[in-house]
């Protein structure tokens, strides 16, 4: 299987639960993996059958901006849907983390997996 990825990606959005938090912006880092069949991009060098981590990197935070939530669970489960959706994604993970949330830790966050992998062909 092939996969496609974005690691460390830092964006800022608004996103908490509490009052506080909905007034400012805090730093996400979200790590996302991709099923995609890279042949055939490789076969012809070109940028259009593959997936433009360049252009998901600017959807996911354009995305997080435009959709502002309480929970990271919600914003995994509502990015991971858009990115499905608007890219024919058959299958990724998508991490979240949420650095200096909690004291003592160095991130906190959630990772999900959602779609198929039967549907890929390698």
Known sequence: MDKVFIRGLK????IGFYEWEKQIKQTLVIDL??????KPAAA???LDKTLDYA???VAVE?????????LLETLAERMAAFLMTEYQIPW????IGKPGAVHNADTVGVEIERGTLASQVS
């Open 62 to 70: 354009k995305f997080a901006n435009d959709n502002p939530v309480d």
């Open 55 to 57: 252009a998901i990197s």
């Open 92 to 95: 990724l993970t998508l991490t």
């Open 44 to 46: 012809n060098d070109e």
């Open 11 to 14: 964006i800022q959005t608004t």
């Open 33 to 38: 993996a991709m099923a995609w069949d890279i």
